[in-house]
């Protein structure tokens, strides 16, 4: 079955396994999702499962969104995403999901968005190489030829190029990680290495499914 849960990324840490071993750990605090409607094939043309996570004060929700809220019958939550899952209608409107949904040692991939940082040249986004550093060279860190000259005017640079440009804040998704630890009484799960984003960003947790199944 498939399986996936909404959480904010504390920061990472290490803890010590019983061998005395250092193991580097992200703390995400998730669990206490609450299941705000369902996508069904008849309905959408899709199977998919909305997950509402994070408290948030009444005065800052929209109305439409209130009737959402009402009609599903639960409390307003700040986040809400809509997870593909091929058995969404064995989830309920209102149904709580908690951390204990997974457990330790199961591989599980992360989703995330990954920190923006702002306009970066081909060497920082694309680790190209600098050109010659004497002081006769005209080209240290620019880029070199980016396209074909061709006669007629027919030389075009090809979608895709590494280029200058903005640099993260994309989506991004790291695929089979270790669940460590869960700690039901802080709703916690602790995640062997790093996982994607900021601290406090939001990350989507689903467990790991083997091709073909």
């Known amino acids: 079955m498939a ?39 008849e309905n959408d043309g ?12 009444d005065k800052n929700v929209t109305k439409p969104m209130q009737g959402v809220f009402a009609k599903a019958g639960v409390t307003p939550v700040k986040f809400i995403r809509e997870i593909r899952l091929a058995d969404a209608s064995e989830f309920t409107a209102g149904q709580i999901i908690g951390v204990d ?23 920082k986004r694309h680790n190209f190489a600098r050109g010659p550093m004497g002081h006769g060279s005209k080209s240290h860190r620019e880029p070199g030829s ?7 005017g027919g030389g075009k640079v090809f979608k895709g190029k590494k280029l200058p ?3 993260g804040g994309q989506r991004v998704t790291i ?25 406090k960003g939001l990350v989507i947790i689903k467990n790991t499914v083997k091709p073909g199944k």
């Open 146 to 152: 980016i396209g074909p000259r061709m006669s007629g």
């Open 3 to 41: 399986k996936s849960i909404l959480g904010k990324k504390l920061g990472m840490t290490q803890i010590f396994t019983e061998e005395g071993k250092v193991v580097p750990v992200t703390v995400v605090e998730a669990g206490q999702c609450v299941v705000v409607g369902n996508k069904t094939v």
């Open 175 to 199: 695929q089979r990680l270790s669940v460590v630890r869960i700690d039901t009484e802080r709703n916690l799960i602790l995640i062997k290495g790093a996982i994607p984003g900021p601290k």
């Open 101 to 123: 949904t997974f457990a330790a040692g199961e591989m599980v991939d992360v989703v995330g968005t990954a920190k923006g940082k702002g306009f970066a040249g081909g060497i």
């Open 165 to 167: 440009g903005q640099m």
């Open 46 to 57: 899709y199977n998919a499962v909305q997950l509402g996570f994070g408290a948030v004060k």
